[in-house]
């Protein structure tokens, strides 16, 4: 997992941070502002979706990782919620409307430098009346997308991916 980028300057008013213990331990503190500074997530969120048995997985066109495959997802923006994100990603990288069937899987843990610290991976199907072979097409920052089936999965891109198909192959197998 990669490092924390480290915090240095208060992100109110630009002031040098200090550390001081707070809350049960020792966190940066801005003399200025006279406040704890908190560091906060990057939160993530994609879809596993799926459709006669199989699941759409989209290749990734950039780095890290350009060229292997992942689920439809991206960075939640500030105005929305992580399913609102989840499906809004996967209409830009597949021309694919989805609905949100449940909350699949809950990823901590940043991989790369400038990753998510979070990924939120829910399941989803096709919107009613949504047809693949009219809609789906790679945009974005993938240069593919294509169903799999959990057999013949191909190179896959990060851990969150590879937990969250784990997860979902597993559910196949158990009752509901």
């Known amino acids: 997992m990669a490092s924390p980028l480290e915090l240095n300057y208060c992100p109110r008013c630009g002031h040098a941070l200090e550390e001081r213990k707070a809350f049960g331990r020792v ?9 704890v500074v908190f560091r906060e997530h990057k939160v993530a969120a ?6 006669e048995g199989e699941v759409l997985l989209v290749r990734r066109r950039m780095k890290p990782r ?10 939640v923006d500030f105005d929305e919620s992580p399913a ?8 830009e990288e597949t021309g694919l409307v989805v609905e949100i ?7 901590a843990g940043q991989e790369h430098e400038g990753g998510a610290d979070i990924v939120i991976v ?6 009613e009346g949504e047809r693949v072979e009219a809609h789906l097409q790679a945009a974005d920052d993938v240069d593919r997308a294509t169903f799999f089936s959990p057999e ?19 559910s196949l197998s158990s009752p509901d």
């Open 27 to 35: 966190r940066h503190f801005c003399p200025a502002c006279d406040r």
């Open 46 to 51: 994609g879809v596993i979706v799926e459709r």
């Open 66 to 75: 350009q060229g292997l495959w992942t689920f439809p997802g991206g960075f």
């Open 84 to 91: 609102e994100a989840a499906m809004r990603e996967c209409l």
């Open 101 to 107: 069937t449940s909350l699949l899987d809950v990823v």
């Open 122 to 127: 829910y399941r989803a199907r096709l919107a």
């Open 152 to 170: 013949e999965l191909p190179p896959l891109a990060f851990r969150a991916t590879r937990k969250a198909l784990e997860t979902w192959r597993n």
